[in-house]
Each structure stands twice: as structure tokens, then as C-alpha cells.
């Protein structure tokens, strides 16, 4: 009985086993149909002298239909669908041409090395796609779902918004949420390719797809899965992978014109040596099929996808999203770049940077009943002075009656029956401000902070200078940039003199102050002008019709997805940086397409010359012109890397 349960169970488990074998292979079955028709080339020719010549012609007609099998049938549909001959028609007419002149090896080894580039082709094709196989497969498939006190496990698909799942240490957090209950530490690489784990709490969001370190936390679903950013991400690589760069995009219009001039010139030398050169016809035709061959544009054809496809998965698994080979193209080209301040340079928050106290007033007593009186309010400069005072002092119990905002100036409250006022210069009075701690104001106002001084009853007893501070990584992100000779320019609302003084902080070289989100669309245009090559950075909410008018628009991502909406390049974390190193990946792609191009044209032209002066014969001329386009593709496959 044991004996035929085991047997019923292999019976059952070696469909299963052939089945994930054949998946396996599957991708690979490109190379392995090439290498087969290798080896049958090779054993044909080690038994040329011992095997019957029906025989001989059989086993290279069956490396004809093992290797061209594949290319002839994607050459066949694709001009069926266009209504224009390709590069693959033109090797079946090549080899077909070799078998019927005599030369069956030199056909069969052209079509071994054509398939051979296929597959090669392939492969970078699969590199890439394996980028996004990667990130599926990070997307758990099921989740702890909370329900009425009672834990089951559901399939990540059924989750809706506002359900609660619980999230271990170790494991994948299944949909993008927040967290309500526990606090860990949240590894979001997959999303940013930042390797530093970020602490999370409770109002904290999470993204599906990064791990939560240590801990178990509970998490309120807030977008279904087939919505989350990390979905999205993966929406984007793969239409990137689809839109072709305009570089391709030409080659490909160029293709059809030029496999019909090749047909047209082949059929001319068939004949004009043989009437005006006296070649034998034979030679002719011969000299015809080689040029066939040698003139086939395969090597500029594969010149620039393999390149762009590279770089695309290259910069994605560094945290930088491109929208499509166009883009990545155009950013080596850019000459200027406009960066929004808030946020994108700056930290988009406010921070005392700068305190003064009347010294014959408790320090404690300002610091407390600031912080009481501004703790009511919702206004970031309110918010900034809450955070400062609390980290600089004692705890004071302050009762804070009768408070007022005074919009545009400031806040009037009444403290232990005194009145105290927060806000600006005009608003506790112009001339005492001016001479308050020997006229501070003028000098905080040069370096372009906000100044708020507090008034306690008739007397200013402090001022406080306050400043979106610069990101830590600006200066050396515009320092790199202005070394690649790309002209940096800030917009900003502020007044001439913040801005002034942000600009030389961060080492900008020109800034617009004063100017108004709906009046950033007419400075990028204006740039557009001056520059040419305009790129604008911003936050991908606020920015977005400048972004679109910009040759190319940068949204600084983390963690939002409308950036990936309006943005033709989204950096995923928040780092300056990573533009340089972009702008440094697409003038690497630029260089080895222009390699790419030039070399093989080059070796085109050599060929074509040495064919039609008799130096070269139809091995060396397929030796030469699919070595040149396994070349190019490898040299393409260097931006991998």
C-alpha cells in the first residue's frame, strides 16, 4: 500500500518537476538553440570527409532552423505588422543566399553568430526585467489581518483600506498604512536605495515592501495594494523599459530606408562586376552575398538599446526612477538646473538658528512663556519657537489667558496679568527693535532669517532668528554639479535678502527671489531661452507645472507618489547627490552609444571595402560583422555596473 502511495506521489510530482525545469529554462532557450546549431556546425564539419553529402546538406539546413528559428520568425512578423523590411530579414536572405551559391557552413555559421547576438540581446533584456522581477518579488503575497480582536491570514489582494494588520520583526509590510500601536526600525532600501534603517512610531506612515527590523507594530491599511507607491515603482520601470529613447527611435526609421538600399545595391553587384568589371558571374554573386552580409545594419541596430536598458536598471536599483529612455538620455544634455528651495534645497522647515534674552529677565521665564503662548498656534514659525523653547529650558508652569493672533504680524497674550507680544519688529515697536541687544536685527536680517522678538509688557526682553536651514548634502551636490559645468539657479518667495544669503550659503549661482509659484512656469521658460537644456528639481506636488515645462522635471520623491505622476525623474530618497551621479550614468550611456555608433559603422565601411577589393571572404565577413554587434552589446552591458 506504502509502495503505491509513493509511486502515486512521483506520478503526480514529475509533472510538476518537468514543468518548473522547463521554467527554468525557458528564459535561456535563445543561447541554448544557438549553441545547439554551434554544435551541429562543428560536428558537420569534423565529419565532412566521412559522412554522405545529403547527409552534410541535412545537418546544416537543421543548424539553419535550430538557430534562425527565433530571429526569422521575429523578422518575419515585425514586417508583416510595420510593412518594412529589418535587419533579420536581411541575414535569412544572406544565409539563404550562401546555401544556394554552395557555401551551406559559411550560412549556417552566419546564422550561429546571429542567434548568438540574439540571445545576447536577450539577456540584457532579461537583466533588466529581473530588476523588476526583484521588486515583485519583495511585494508579499499574504497578511496578518486584525478582525474583531481575531488574527488570520488573508491574501494581501483582499485588503482594504482601514483594515488592521499586524507586522512582526523580519517580516515585509504588505501594503502601504500607518502605524497606530509599536515602533520599530523600518528598512526601506527597496524603495530608496538608502541602506540606513529609519525609525518609525506610532502616525508614522510605512511603505509596502520595506521590512520592519525589530519590534511588532499594527498598521491601518490606507491604500489597497494595487495602489501602493511600491506598485507604482514598479508600474514606472517597466514603461520606462517600453519608451524608447529618441536616439533608438531614429535608428529604427533609419533601419527600413537602409535594408532597402542594401537589397537594391546587393542586386546591382550581383550583375555590374560581372558586365563592367569582368568578375565571373559566380564571383559576383558570391562577392553579392557577402556584402549582404557585411552591409547589414545588426551591429548600429543594437547599439543603443542594450545601453539605455542598462543604465534604466542601473539607476533604479539606486534609487533613482527615470520615465523612459528619452529622459535618461536628455540628462547629460542638460546645461542648467532650477531647484525649488523648500524642501529641495533647503530642509522646508524652520529652526531657531539664533537667540538673544534681555539679560535682566529670567532666561527661563521667556523661553517658557513663548513656548505656551506659541504652543496654541498652527503657524511654522509658532511651531519652530514651541521645539526650540522646550529643548532650552526648565519646565516653568505658565497659564496663558486672553491670546489673540494678529494675522501678518504676530501674538498678543496675557500672562500672570502681564501682556506679552510675539512676532515682528513693527509689531512690538520699530524703534526699540532696532537698538534691542545693540541692533541685532540688521544683522539677522542680512544673513536673510526671520527675525521675532517677544515683548513683555513695554519691554523687548528677546529675539529670536529663525531659518529654513540648507540639507546637509547641498553644498557638496551644487559644488559637484557646478564641476560638470551645470549652471545652478534657486526660486524661491522669499525676499531678496533671504534669498541672497540662502544662495551664497548653499553655493548657488543665481537665484530668483520673490516669486510665486504660478510665476515659476515663465522663469523656467526663460531659462529654457538662455540655456537650452533646462532641467527643474522640485518637490513634484507644489512644482508641477514647472516641472512639466522643463526639458526635464526632478521630483524629490520619498515616500510621496505623486511624484511619480508629474516627474520625468523621481530621486525615491531625498538626496541631492544622486542628480550628479544620474547626470554622470547619462553622459557614460551618451559616451558608449557614440562608441557604439561610430564603431560600428566603422566597421561597415571596412568590410564593404575590403569586399568589394576581394581581401575578405564570406566567414571573415560574418566573423566581422556579428563580432561587431556582440561587441556593441557588451559594451553596453558595461552600465549595468
Request: aromatic residues 6%; hydrophobic residues 45%.
Amino acid at each position: 500500500m506504502s509502495l503505491n502511495t509513493g509511486a502515486l506521489e512521483s506520478y503526480h510530482k514529475s509533472p510538476m518537476r518537468i514543468s518548473n525545469m522547463f521554467r527554468r529554462i525557458l528564459p535561456h532557450i535563445e543561447l541554448i538553440a544557438a549553441l545547439l546549431s554551434g554544435l551541429i556546425i562543428l560536428v558537420t564539419w569534423l565529419l565532412a570527409e566521412s559522412i554522405s553529402q545529403p547527409l552534410w546538406v541535412i545537418l546544416h539546413v537543421l543548424a539553419f532552423i535550430i538557430g534562425g528559428y527565433a530571429k526569422a520568425k521575429e523578422g518575419i512578423q515585425d514586417t508583416i505588422t510595420n510593412k518594412e523590411l529589418n535587419v533579420e530579414m536581411l541575414m535569412i536572405f544572406a544565409a539563404i543566399g550562401s546555401a544556394i551559391i554552395g557555401y551551406w557552413t559559411e550560412g549556417a555559421i552566419l546564422i550561429f553568430i546571429f542567434a548568438l547576438s540574439g540571445a545576447l540581446e536577450t539577456y540584457t533584456m532579461n537583466k533588466s526585467n529581473k530588476e523588476i522581477s526583484s521588486l515583485m518579488d519583495l511585494q508579499p503575497e499574504e497578511a496578518l489581518l486584525i478582525e474583531n480582536g481575531q488574527e488570520r491570514i488573508v491574501p494581501v489582494s483582499e485588503l482594504q483600506i482601514n483594515d488592521m494588520i499586524q507586522v512582526r520583526a523580519g517580516e515585509r509590510i504588505p501594503a502601504d498604512g500607518t502605524i497606530v500601536h509599536g515602533t520599530t526600525a523600518i528598512d526601506e532600501s527597496a524603495i530608496t536605495g538608502e541602506s540606513i534603517p529609519i525609525n518609525k512610531h506610532e502616525q508614522n506612515d510605512v511603505l509596502a515592501g520595506t521590512v520592519a527590523l525589530d519590534g511588532t507594530i499594527q498598521v491601518k491599511i490606507t491604500k489597497p495594494a494595487n495602489e501602493t507607491m511600491f506598485q507604482k515603482i514598479i508600474e514606472l520601470v517597466q514603461s520606462a523599459q517600453e519608451e524608447k529613447s529618441p536616439s533608438q527611435l531614429f535608428i529604427e526609421r533609419f533601419e527600413g530606408t537602409y535594408v532597402k538600399v542594401v537589397l537594391i545595391v546587393v542586386t546591382i553587384m550581383m550583375f555590374l562586376p560581372y558586365l563592367i568589371f569582368g568578375w565571373t558571374l559566380s564571383e559576383s554573386i558570391y562577392r553579392a552575398m557577402i556584402l549582404l552580409v557585411v552591409a547589414s545594419p545588426c551591429a548600429l541596430v543594437a547599439s543603443i538599446m542594450p545601453a539605455t536598458l542598462s543604465a534604466i536598471s542601473n539607476s533604479a536599483r539606486k534609487g533613482v526612477l527615470f520615465k523612459g529612455g528619452l529622459h535618461i538620455e536628455n540628462l547629460g544634455h542638460v546645461n542648467a538646473i532650477a531647484f525649488d528651495k523648500t524642501g529641495t534645497l533647503t530642509n522646508g522647515k524652520l529652526t531657531v538658528t539664533d537667540a538673544f534674552y534681555d539679560d535682566q529677565v529670567n532666561q527661563d521665564e521667556i523661553l517658557a512663556t513663548v513656548g505656551a503662548i506659541e504652543k496654541q498656534s498652527t503657524h511654522p514659525l509658532a511651531q519652530a519657537l514651541t521645539n526650540f523653547s522646550s529643548t532650552q529650558m526648565n519646565t516653568i508652569p505658565v497659564t496663558v489667558d486672553d491670546m489673540k493672533t494678529i494675522g501678518g504680524n504676530g501674538v498678543r497674550a496675557k500672562v500672570n496679568n502681564q501682556t506679552w507680544r510675539i512676532g515682528k519688529p513693527d509689531f512690538v515697536g520699530k524703534e526699540e527693535a532696532n537698538v534691542f541687544y545693540n541692533g541685532i536685527l540688521e544683522t539677522l536680517a542680512s544673513q536673510g532669517k526671520t527675525v521675532v522678538f517677544a515683548k513683555k509688557g513695554d519691554r523687548i526682553v528677546a529675539v529670536f532668528g529663525l531659518k529654513d536651514t540648507i540639507r546637509k548634502d547641498t553644498k557638496q551636490a551644487i559644488k559637484l554639479l557646478r564641476e560638470n559645468g551645470v549652471h545652478t539657479i534657486m526660486l524661491t518667495g522669499d525676499n531678496e535678502i533671504t534669498a541672497k544669503a540662502i544662495a551664497e550659503e548653499a553655493g548657488i549661482d543665481d537665484y530668483i527671489a520673490n516669486c510665486l509659484p504660478e510665476e515659476k512656469v515663465g522663469h523656467i521658460r526663460e531659462l529654457k531661452n538662455n540655456f537650452k537644456n533646462v532641467a527643474m528639481v522640485g518637490d513634484g506636488i507644489n512644482d508641477a507645472p514647472a516641472l512639466a515645462t522643463a526639458n526635464l522635471g526632478v521630483a524629490m520623491g520619498e515616500g510621496t507618489d505623486v511624484a511619480l505622476e508629474t516627474a520625468d525623474m523621481v530621486l525615491m530618497k531625498n538626496n541631492l547627490d544622486k542628480i550628479t551621479n544620474a547626470i554622470n550614468l547619462s553622459k557614460r550611456m551618451n559616451r558608449i552609444v557614440k562608441q557604439n555608433i561610430y564603431f560600428s559603422l566603422s566597421v561597415i565601411v571596412i568590410l564593404i571595402l575590403s569586399n568589394f577589393f576581394q581581401v575578405i571572404d564570406l566567414p571573415l565577413g560574418v566573423i566581422g560583422h556579428e563580432g561587431s554587434t556582440i561587441l556593441v552589446i557588451l559594451n553596453g552591458l558595461r552600465l549595468l555596473k
